[in-house]
């Protein structure tokens, strides 16, 4: 099959499978993640425990009242599907609960579905690039390998080497992200894994530009040109982006754009849908 051809793309199904259902799961971000109390989290919780918000249905019982009541952590968090994967998948639909082993399995299971899913999700989004339609048969590869390892064996998945394979996918991406970014106009220089905390960037040229691992925290991006930027795993937080431009931003995700600040006037890639609180 010819590079890019559209058969190898994902469709509408899959990538519906790389966000979150709630009404799928067993509450397990509720239940396999650890709380430490702070800004993020209004108590101490331990990996494995689950939330006293908790409901019986396994729905949050303060969800609508999350950032109000301290937990903004919470609402940051986003398991691009991996908590239905595995309630639904790894454990064929058999909850946690009344089962003490298989609720510590699936706590174990968890964290790495949610990494192996993430990386589903980039690879997702680089396969509708058109500029990087020369590597499309790689992430096409590159995401049939990384599917094959979220359908493995609660044994196996936690066996998963997440690094290496995080490593191997993010070589891929590297090209899918320099192939889209190469004929971006007025591209500026590429800023991956700067210390630009707090920077004064307020309608600054970063259009097309590699923010790679940035840390972006209280950034003033107020009226920046984040055209075609790459974002991946660019730390957002609290970043200002009301009036900024991020149309066409490569691999930003939910959580990130959850995790800063915006209103109506910030323009968004069709990836992402605007956070509720802005």
């Known amino acids: 099959m010819r590079p890019g051809d559209p058969a190898e793309n994902p469709s509408p199904s899959e990538l519906s499978e790389l966000r979150a259902d709630c009404s799928r799961c067993f509450g397990l971000c509720c239940v396999a993640l650890p709380f430490a109390r702070s800004a993020d989290f209004a108590i101490d919780k331990a990996a494995g425990t689950p939330c006293p918000n908790l409901a ?7 969800h609508a009242t999350l950032r109000r009541d301290g937990f903004t952590g919470c609402t940051v968090f986003d398991c691009f599907g991996a908590g239905q994967k595995v309630s639904q ?29 993430e990386l589903l999700r980039y690879l997702a989004e680089a396969l509708v690039l058109p500029a990087a339609a020369p590597v499309h048969d790689e992430l096409a590869a590159a995401r049939e390998r990384v599917e094959q390892l979220t359908r493995g064996t609660p044994e196996e998945v936690v066996a998963v080497d997440v690094a290496a394979v995080r490593a191997e996918v993010n070589a ?16 500026t220089k590429d800023r ?27 950034a003033d991006l107020r009226g920046a040109d984040l055209r075609a ?15 900024a431009d991020l149309t066409g931003t490569l691999f930003l995700t939910q959580p990130q754009l959850t995790a800063a600040q915006g209103d109506m006037t910030t323009k968004l890639p069709e990836t992402v849908s605007r956070p509720t609180h802005w």
């Open 56 to 62: 019986d249905d396994f729905r949050c019982g303060t």
């Open 89 to 117: 998948v790894t454990f064929e639909g058999r909850d946690w609960r009344g089962d003490a082993k298989r609720a510590r399995r699936m706590s174990e299971v968890f964290p790495v579905m949610r990494h192996l899913h």
């Open 172 to 187: 891929s991406l590297l090209r899918a992200s320099d192939l889209a970014r190469a004929g971006v106009p007025g591209r």
């Open 192 to 218: 991956r894994g700067a210390d630009l905390f707090a920077a004064r960037l307020r309608g600054a040229s970063l259009r097309g530009a590699s923010l790679r691992g940035a840390c972006l925290v209280a």
């Open 229 to 243: 930027a790459d974002l991946t795993g660019a730390d957002l937080r609290d970043a200002r982006l009301h009036g």
